[in-house]
């Protein structure tokens, strides 16, 4: 039998909600509830770029185990801010955001950057801009979750951060043992 | 962090990530989910590649970029997510880091160092997603 159409993605638990939805985009049984007419990238005839596009919604909406979607993994200002990419390999075109504040569609504004733009990565305050004038909603992307971790992370004496050569010193076994280490 | 492959029917290639990065980063620090060839990497005349790992270092070795172009010279799927893994664990031993490669074909593999690492395929006519764990090289 065939193995496609085929979608494959990292980790396993919550992420299979990405698996199934961009599976299911290119099964034909989106379970998108939009009206496809007023869906710039409808599903109707899902292609591998709209079911990638699928698969991280999906993951962002869900929130996959709090590293994807808003109100996780908060910077040393509590905030949480996102990166996305999505990349067509027909032609090679690329679209990506990084930095992405207060905007939660991080996928879909690097859809938008594919497809509407000629660039490739757009990053920070300038890429909301860009989304806000798209249409994307600004909020804000603490959670209770990202509020605690960072006001947790704050309390402690030693601050397992990514700075070097300072002090208090990242590298101290101490430190390292009081946070687990962060990762993308 | 997230790094999705599709292949559609008709045998299109595409890869993406999203994530909300690394735990208490420095303002302004981007991941590598949005650098091309880092997160994520596709070429329909090929293959694809997912990463997922200490950003930081992975995005100076472009693995995903890394691996694609290593089955365009040949390689399995296998060998070239374990030929970019090991590149990045030569230079940085500690580093953690999961890469899971797609040929064109749909043959599937994965290689990680510094963790054990898990990804999820579902294709053809299957009911739901299957995991596969990966050893740490």
Redesign the interface.
Request: charged share 20%; proline share 3%.
């Given at each position: 039998p065939s193995p496609f159409p085929l979608v494959v993605n990292t980790w396993a638990g919550p992420f299979t909600v990405a698996t199934d939805a961009a599976f299911l985009a290119l099964a034909g049984n989106s379970s998108s509830s939009s009206d496809p007419s007023s869906d710039p990238f409808s599903l109707s005839a899902a292609t591998a770029i709209d079911a990638v596009h699928a698969g991280c919604t999906a993951c962002e909406a869900a929130r996959c185990d709090g590293t994807v979607g808003p109100g996780g993994s908060p910077d040393e200002a509590c905030e949480t801010t996102l990166d996305a990419l999505l990349i067509d390999g027909r032609t090679l075109n690329v679209g990506a955001v990084a930095g992405l504040r207060r905007v939660a569609a991080a996928a879909t504004v690097a859809r938008h950057v594919l497809e509407l733009t000629g660039h490739s990565l757009l990053v920070g305050d300038q890429a909301t801009a860009y989304a806000v004038r798209h249409g994307l909603a600004e909020e804000n992307l603490s959670s209770a979750e990202s509020r605690a971790a960072c006001d947790a992370w704050r309390a402690r004496g030693c601050l397992p951060n990514f700075r070097a050569g300072v002090v208090p010193d990242p590298d101290d076994p101490e430190c390292a043992a009081a946070a687990p280490r962060a990762h993308d | 962090?997230?790094?999705?492959?599709?292949?559609?029917?008709?045998?299109?290639?595409?890869?993406?990530?999203?994530?909300?990065?690394?735990?208490?980063?420095?303002?302004?620090?981007?991941?590598?989910?949005?650098?091309?060839g880092s997160?994520?990497?596709?070429?329909?005349?090929v293959g694809?590649c997912?990463?997922?790992?200490?950003?930081?270092i992975?995005m100076r070795f472009l693995p995903c970029y890394q691996a694609v172009e290593s089955m365009r010279r040949g390689m399995a799927p296998r060998d070239a997510a374990r030929d970019a893994v090991a590149r990045m664990a030569a230079r940085y031993p500690g580093v953690?880091a999961?890469l899971?490669v797609?040929s064109r074909?749909?043959v599937?593999a994965g290689a990680a160092c510094g963790w054990e690492?898990?990804?999820?395929?579902?294709?053809?006519?299957?009911e739901?997603?299957e995991?596969v764990v990966v050893e740490a090289l």
């Open positions: - | 962090t997230l790094s999705l492959i599709a292949i559609d029917a008709r045998g299109n290639i595409a890869a993406g990530t999203t994530t909300n990065g690394a735990a208490h980063k420095i303002p302004g620090r981007a991941g590598d989910a949005a650098i091309p997160g994520a990497y596709a070429d329909s005349d694809a997912g990463a997922t790992g200490d950003g930081d992975m953690r999961g899971v797609v074909d749909g599937h690492f898990q990804y999820a395929w579902r294709g053809g006519g299957m739901r997603a995991v």
